[in-house]
């Protein structure tokens, strides 16, 4: 038991260490031997945990996506209706601006080495997705449940999920140019008064 909590916790502090170099250096300027120095581990046990600087890279993405898959989840468990829920989400955004905006590089980073690397751009692209479905049937739930008007509920979702990253991209390269959690709010409410404008 232990040796699993010290084995737990070493992995810990190669993941903070990693972000913190990411952050501060940007993925292709750190190394395994930086990490381990801020992380005060051998490369041995680094690469006990990892098989690269990449495996710790996307970990890094799972853990940020978990965070905002848990925070949705848990507002549509307490939400009445579809809109409600889409209004409680736009709560998260400001969150997700201030986490991003802390780590410019790492956040830019995701989007260069996507372009770059099959691995990451695989693991960029699938969440993308699944957002779009996720909110697609989340638009379409309020459409049976008449919380929104008749509309293309993928359709839909493609523009939310267009509208957030673009917002996201925006607070993060731009953070003092306007209040961002403020501007996502009223495009989405934006968006919602179309959708509910349609309703028969």
């Known amino acids: 038991m232990v040796k699993q909590q010290r084995s737990q916790e070493t992995r810990d502090h190669l993941i903070e260490a990693a ?3 990411f952050a501060q250096h940007g993925y292709q300027s750190s190394s395994v031997e930086e990490i381990c120095r801020v992380a005060g581990v051998s490369k041995g046990a680094f690469y006990h945990h990892f098989d690269s600087k990449q495996a710790v890279f996307l ?5 940020w996506l978990g965070g905002l898959d848990a925070g949705l989840e848990a507002i549509r468990a307490q939400t009445p209706d579809a809109a409600t829920a889409l209004r409680q989400m736009v709560q998260l955004a400001g969150g997700l601006s201030r986490q ?8 830019l980073d995701f989007l260069s080495q996507a372009r770059l690397d099959p691995q990451v751009w695989q693991a960029t692209i699938d969440p993308y997705r699944r957002y779009q479905r996720y909110f697609a049937g989340l638009i379409q739930s309020g459409v049976d449940d008449g919380s929104l008007g008749p ?7 493609r523009l939310l999920v267009a509208v957030a ?7 993060v390269l731009d953070p003092q140019a306007a209040d961002w959690g403020a501007v996502l709010e009223d495009h989405i409410r934006t968006l919602f008064q179309g959708l509910r404008g349609r309703r028969g």
Do not use: I, K, T, Y
């Open 59 to 63: 970990e890094l993405l799972e853990h």
């Open 100 to 107: 991003a905006q802390g780590n410019l590089p790492l956040f």
């Open 151 to 157: 509309v293309d509920s993928d359709a839909a979702a």
């Open 165 to 171: 990253v673009g917002w996201l991209l925006q607070s």
């Open 19 to 21: 972000l913190a170099s």
